[in-house]
């Protein structure tokens, strides 16, 4: 017998890291060198099939109210996981998730979260890298306790993006 799951899964991080595109990549298996349409409703929702469980994600993608703090707490309230994504090409997108956890640590309670972090635009990274990968685990396994929550992906290429979804999956099988 299948077993369900439900999950609020927040897609978090700096304006024009590739949050929609990392959403757009998976469920559409498209990508667009111009920023992708914003998505118009509040969540998508996915579904994976995982070791006998249906997970229903709802995926939050900002649609560019990053910026603007106040608004983003609809997106994290009650989230069940968090996906922050960085460009490995931009050092400020990635001192920008630092100021995330800030705000989910005082918001959510982020032991009982699935955490993942997700350096995109790993296509770039030859020539134009500035955040190194071990920096990045480092970082995350202060968060987590788990260096295994670093990605490293490429939407353009396709490279990496189912496995932040069977990832968060996995993940969230795993807590009930
Ligand atoms: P968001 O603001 O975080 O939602 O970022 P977008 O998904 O709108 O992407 C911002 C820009 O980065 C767009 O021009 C995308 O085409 C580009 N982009 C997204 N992912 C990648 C990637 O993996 N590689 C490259 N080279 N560009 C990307
Ligand atoms: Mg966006």
């Known amino acids: 017998m299948?077993?369900?799951?439900e999950a609020k899964v927040a897609i978090l991080g700096k304006q024009a890291v590739g949050k929609t595109s990392l959403v757009t990549r998976y469920v559409h298996?498209?990508?667009?060198?111009?920023?992708?349409?914003?998505?118009g409703a509040q969540f998508v929702?996915?579904?994976?099939?995982?070791d006998g469980w249906e997970?229903?994600?709802?995926?939050?993608?900002s649609a560019g109210q990053e910026r603007f703090r106040a608004m983003t707490q609809m997106y994290y309230r009650g989230a069940n996981a968090v996906v922050l994504v960085y460009d490995v090409t931009s050092?400020?997108?990635?001192?920008?998730?630092?100021t995330w956890v800030q705000e989910l640590r005082q918001?959510?309670?982020l032991d009982d979260t699935v955490v993942?972090?997700?350096?995109?635009?790993?296509?770039?990274?030859?020539?134009?890298?500035?955040?190194?990968?071990?920096?990045?685990?480092?970082y995350i396994k202060e968060i987590t306790g788990d260096e295994t929550a670093l990605l490293e992906v490429s939407c353009r290429e396709d490279y990496g993006v189912i496995d932040v979804f069977c990832e968060l999956a996995s993940r969230l099988v795993r807590k009930q």
């Open 2 to 5: 299948t077993r369900a799951l």
């Open 29 to 39: 298996q498209t990508f667009s060198d111009r920023t992708p349409s914003t998505i």
């Open 45 to 50: 929702p996915v579904k994976i099939e995982l």
């Open 55 to 61: 997970c229903r994600l709802q995926l939050w993608d």
């Open 91 to 98: 050092e400020d997108s990635f001192n920008d998730v630092d």
């Open 107 to 109: 918001n959510i309670d």
């Open 116 to 138: 993942l972090l997700v350096g995109n635009k790993l296509d770039l990274a030859r020539g134009s890298r500035q955040v190194d990968p071990a920096r990045a685990r480092a």
